[in-house]
């Protein structure tokens, strides 16, 4: 009988205890003998574990008992399931948790999604390192195994990208960034850039994915975009807003936006009219943070130098 911490009693038929082997014939012990000896003189009091080793623990009892040594508590948890609620397996993506680390996952939200495996606290789904250790406790693990749910940790580190402090944010995004082979010079540009996508990203490799246009030197456009979005009838909208940043000094996001709205009041449009080829144009993509906002991120300089590049682009493809 095993009283355990997290099971209950569990029972076992004497039938099922036999004379086991603790030495094998090259000398080595066997595992049920040297990790009882190992965790005996460590003096470990709680031995938690998987529920794979619970038929291991009556035979170690017996050993404990043999050697006389104390017995420690026995907890054991329940294992960890794939989705399709079988047992989880490299098939299921199964990883060390060094390779979260590399996939953006920040450290975090992977703990708070780890402990809740098969943990529980109330409805509560976020919890801090000094929450977790005040409210964790072997009673309120379930018995049941948990099944991994990969959307579960997305949420969770979109969650703490949201609220983490930004100097951390900026260093931890850096290395994933240059890693994507683009060199950050101008600290106060990355900062802006980590502002304006963490609303928008569920792991730091997201991010640094979304951030290409705001470090890349030269855009490039999707040619089934471009035909779409970059056309002569849009050559006057792009030499407008030139004209107009040419007669500022800054540009922020309020100033951009009243561009835009102008320019559409203007031509009698809606403004997705005028801000989704302005988008191609200073992104090369028809998905991005609000355009005013790019804009703002950008800055003066950089706007007016790609806008000038998109009117090139057009005529070149379109005038002969």
Known sequence: MVEDLIQGRVEFDNTELDDLIILRSDGLPTYNFSVVVDDATMGVTHVIR???HLNNTPRQIQIYQALGYPLPKFGHVSMILGPDKKKLSKRHGAQSVMEYQKMGY??????NYLVRLGWSYGDQEEFTREELIEKFSLEAVGRSAAAINPGKLDWLNSQYIKRIELDQLVERIRPFIEAKGYSITDPVLLRKVVLSLRERSKTLVEMADLSGFYFCEEITYDEKVAGKFLTLDIVPVLEEMMASLLKESTLDKKMGHHFIQQLAEKRGEALVKIAQPLRVALTGRTASPPIDEVMEVLGRTEVIKRL???IE???A????
């Open 308 to 310: 000038h590049k998109a």
């Open 313 to 315: 682009y057009i005529k």
């Open 317 to 320: 493809h379109y005038v002969k």
């Open 50 to 52: 998987g529920n794979d």
């Open 106 to 111: 920040l450290p975090q939200a992977v703990v």
